[in-house]
Antibody
């Protein structure tokens, strides 16, 4: 069974940093692109970033480029989202998601989500 | 950026009703369109990819159609498990989601 477990969310002040983690199991991790998708009441669902199977390519939505960084550790079957210079508008539930095997940017499995709240 | 719109934003329907949700893209996305179902407190679930390909395990009462800029999701006979919010998503150029359509009980 495919399982994605998200963690690391919490309350952080504007300008602060946070690292989200996603532990994957139940599939061959190195076969898949992995993504982070967030959901906020104001902006709905938004793809945030993704990373290639070997970690050699990463892509970001414009609103987080330069502030967020996605990485993966294939030895630990884990993907991470490093978030810096956080803003109030980054407040959302963040989901780790597994892309389809042969198509990127479409998400067949999701984690349970972890809530990030940016507030003073 | 490709913008996605959905209509209606809320839909009230009864069990057994045929339901149709429309999704429009700001430019042509060929058939690079997916549909997701989301229930409160849960992650979205992929229903359909490439505009009309049903994911494994998704009931056949769900169907998708369209190409270019206009797409539809149809539920042929609404069941109690179908009351949820539905999102379209383009993946022609990176990824953008629509704002969602909430299907509620009439």
């Amino acid at each position: 069974e495919v399982l994605l477990v998200d963690s690391g969310g919490g309350l952080v002040q504007p300008g602060g940093s946070l690292r989200l983690s996603c532990a994957a199991s139940g599939f061959t991790f190195t076969d898949y692109w992995m993504s982070w998708v967030r959901q906020s009441p104001g902006k709905g669902l938004e793809w945030v970033a993704n990373i290639k199977q070997d970690g050699s390519q990463q892509f970001y939505v414009d609103s987080v480029r330069g502030r967020f960084s996605i990485s993966r550790d294939n030895a630990k079957n884990s993907v991470y989202l490093h978030m810096n210079s956080l803003r109030a508008e980054d407040t959302a539930v963040y989901y780790c998601a597994r892309d389809l095997r042969y198509e990127s940017y479409i998400f067949g499995h999701w984690g349970q989500g972890t809530l990030v709240t940016v507030s003073a | 950026d490709i913008q996605m719109t959905q209509s209606p934003s809320t839909l009230s329907a009864s069990l057994g009703d045929r339901v149709t949700i429309t999704c429009r893209a700001s430019q042509s996305i060929s058939r690079w369109l997916a549909w997701y179902q989301q229930k409160p407190g849960k992650a979205p679930k992929l229903l359909i990819q490439r505009a009309s390909s049903l994911e494994s395990g998704v009931p056949s009462r769900f169907s998708g159609s369209g190409s270019g800029t206009e797409f539809t999701l149809t539920i042929s006979s609404l069941q109690s498990d179908d009351f949820a919010t539905y999102y379209c998503q383009q993946y022609s150029y990176f990824s953008t989601f629509g704002p969602g359509t909430k299907v509620e009980i009439k």
